[in-house]
């Protein structure tokens, strides 16, 4: 098929591509809440049939992970072969979604999907009911004229961690293995600007305690001659950054440098800071979110104010998350992380570090075929150059893809923008935007073919 005839049928198609996704964003499939199991299947058996529509052979299946006995939420494997001998591509996404419960926020309800001046809201509109629905698009374009092999797998759990992702991968190795595997999860540069995640940070949890005494004690017989575990914690949280905000974790990878700009007051906007409030770290400012470590104290176990009293608190823990730069070990960092902790206990505290999770980070090959052929279709779906970006935020499973299927070019891309406001109130996706992702595909599906 010739790439004119590729972009009409793919316009004239979308508005039933819109009307998938409107479709999709009426089933609640939120994975973290048992109370939506019965959405799970239902979600699961709606892209099925949809995929099915579209000529693919799928089916919905789940696994039990044989070390820890947990059943997999619905995920849908499918096929649609192209000619003999041509590259196979994996396409991932995911049907699972966050929930909106609790959320206030909302303009209209997160599960009646509204269009609104060029965008669709509804939770799920773009992480990740979008990335299926450029999948969908892109094959139903080209229709009996595929000219690669393409394969599917469409998650039910990524947003609760993936915790059953290997055994699908280990149970089903063989229909997965491609020479190119597409995560359709992360966000292009902004509407207009298609890119590719070239670099994921990779994240682990640690918990610190600290310990002072071996019992409560009153503040004011004993306060003066040893510091309360609260207060000694505090110290040493406080000591986990420099003067200018760096992490001071020494022996950590960073780069300084990102192949964007991101305007710093388009930033204040995003992140809803408060007046005044000063920026961290150096550096480019995208670099600081997607090449360079990160800490944040995101929890703490000590006595609230409400029920506070006047005692010397024996023993008080944070959790701590450190998101590392693409291409570290997270193995190592935990290690430089536990040492330092250990190293700088206030007054002789006693500190017990313990790693909770680890997640590895991603850096793309930028000089793989598939990229150079994926930038192309950007560039000329969306008329306009595509970028690499980087992504403060962690795909682990990423990894995993790496580890067992290591002949794959790997490619992750995505219709998120920085008005998706993803996990959050008024979740929407730029309809215009996911056209040009769509057209991107297929263009490429041609491309890799030749």
Same mark, same amino acid.
């Given at each position: 098929m010739?790439?004119?005839?590729?972009?009409?049928?793919?316009?004239?198609?979308?508005?039933?591509i819109v009307?998938?996704?409107?479709?999709l964003?009426?089933?609640?499939?939120?994975?973290?809440?048992?109370?939506?199991?019965?959405?799970?299947?239902k979600?699961?058996q709606?892209?099925?049939?949809?995929?099915?529509?579209?000529?693919?052979?799928?089916?919905?299946?789940?696994?039990?992970?044989?070390?820890?006995?947990?059943?997999?939420?619905?995920?849908?494997?499918?096929?649609?072969?192209?000619?003999?001998?041509?590259?196979?591509?994996?396409?991932?996404a995911?049907?699972?979604?966050?929930?909106?419960? @609790?959320?206030?926020?909302?303009?209209?309800?997160?599960?009646?999907?509204?269009?609104?001046?060029?965008?669709?809201?509804?939770?799920?509109?773009?992480?990740?009911?979008?990335g299926?629905?450029?999948?969908?698009?892109?094959?139903?374009?080209?229709?009996?004229?595929?000219?690669?092999?393409?394969?599917?797998?469409?998650?039910?759990e990524?947003?609760?961690?993936?915790?059953?992702?290997r055994?699908l991968l280990?149970?089903?190795l063989?229909?997965?293995?491609?020479?190119?595997?597409?995560?359709?999860?992360?966000?292009?540069?902004?509407?207009?600007t298609?890119?590719?995640?070239?670099?994921?940070?990779?994240?682990?949890?640690t918990?610190?305690?600290?310990?002072?005494?071996?019992?409560?004690?009153?503040s @004011?017989?004993?306060?003066?001659?040893a510091?309360?575990?609260?207060?000694?914690?505090?110290?040493?949280?406080?000591?986990?950054?420099?003067?200018?905000?760096r992490?001071?974790?020494?022996?950590?990878?960073?780069?300084?440098?990102?192949?964007?700009?991101y305007?710093?007051?388009?930033?204040?906007?995003?992140m @809803?800071?408060?007046p005044?409030l000063?920026?961290i770290?150096e550096?480019?400012?995208?670099?600081?979110?997607?090449?360079?470590?990160?800490?944040?104290?995101?929890?703490?176990?000590?006595p609230?104010?409400?029920?506070?009293?006047?005692?010397?608190?024996?023993?008080a823990?944070?959790?701590?998350s450190?998101?590392?730069?693409?291409g570290?070990?997270?193995?190592s960092?935990?290690a430089?992380?536990?040492?330092?902790?250990?190293?700088?206990?206030?007054?002789?505290?006693e500190?017990?570090v313990?790693?909770?999770?680890?997640?590895p980070?991603?850096?793309?090959?930028?000089?793989?075929?598939?990229?150079?052929?994926?930038?192309?279709?950007?560039?000329?779906?969306?008329?306009k150059?595509?970028?690499?970006?980087?992504?403060?935020?962690?795909?682990?499973?990423?990894?995993?893809?790496?580890?067992?299927?290591?002949?794959?070019?790997?490619?992750?891309t @995505?219709?998120?923008?920085?008005?998706?406001?993803?996990?959050?109130?008024?979740?929407?996706?730029?309809?215009?935007e996911?056209r040009?992702?769509?057209?991107?595909e297929?263009?490429?599906?041609?491309?890799?073919?030749a």
């Open positions: 010739e790439e004119t005839a590729l972009r009409e049928k793919m316009t004239q198609d979308f508005p039933a009307g998938f996704l409107k479709e964003l009426k089933i609640p499939s939120v994975s973290s809440l048992p109370e939506h199991e019965k959405d799970m299947v979600s699961a709606f892209v099925r049939s949809q995929l099915e529509g579209a000529g693919v052979d799928a089916k919905v299946i789940q696994v039990t992970d044989p070390n820890t006995g947990e059943v997999s939420r619905p995920a849908i494997l499918g096929v649609k072969a192209g000619p003999e001998n041509a590259p196979t591509v994996l396409l991932y995911h049907h699972d979604v966050q929930p909106a419960a @609790g959320q206030s926020g909302w303009d209209t309800p997160p599960f009646e999907p509204v269009e609104k001046d060029g965008r669709l809201y509804g939770r799920g509109s773009s992480d990740d009911g979008a299926i629905a450029v999948h969908l698009a892109a094959l139903r374009a080209w229709g009996e004229e595929l000219p690669v092999t393409v394969k599917l797998f469409i998650e039910g990524e947003e609760v961690g993936s915790p059953t992702f055994a280990e149970q089903n063989d229909f997965m293995r491609s020479d190119v595997i597409m995560v359709a999860d992360s966000s292009n540069w902004d509407p207009e298609p890119a590719l995640t070239s670099g994921l940070r990779g994240v682990l949890s918990t610190v305690e600290v310990r002072t005494l071996t019992h409560a004690v009153h @004011g017989e004993f306060g003066g001659v510091l309360d575990a609260l207060t000694s914690l505090c110290r040493l949280l406080a000591t986990l950054h420099d003067e200018k905000g992490v001071a974790v020494p022996g950590l990878k960073r780069e300084l440098e990102a192949d964007v700009d305007p710093e007051a388009e930033l204040r906007e995003q @809803g800071m408060v005044g000063e920026l770290g550096g480019d400012l995208a670099s600081r979110m997607w090449s360079q470590p990160a800490i944040s104290v995101i929890g703490l176990d000590a609230t104010v409400a029920n506070s009293s006047n005692t010397l608190i024996p023993s823990a944070a959790r701590i450190m998101r590392i730069a693409p570290e070990d997270p193995l960092a935990a430089a992380l536990q040492k330092y902790l250990e190293n700088h206990a206030p007054f002789g505290a500190v017990k313990t790693i909770n999770e680890l997640g980070s991603y850096a793309a090959d930028l000089e793989a075929e598939a990229t150079k052929l994926m930038h192309e279709a950007l560039t000329d779906a969306f008329e150059t595509s970028v690499n970006i980087g992504s403060g935020g962690s795909i682990p499973f990423i990894a995993t893809f790496r580890e067992l299927i290591p002949e794959a070019q790997i490619l992750v @995505g219709v998120e923008d920085p008005l998706s406001q993803a996990h959050s109130e008024n979740e929407s996706q730029d309809l215009e996911m040009k992702a769509a057209l991107a297929a263009l490429f599906f041609g491309r890799l073919g």
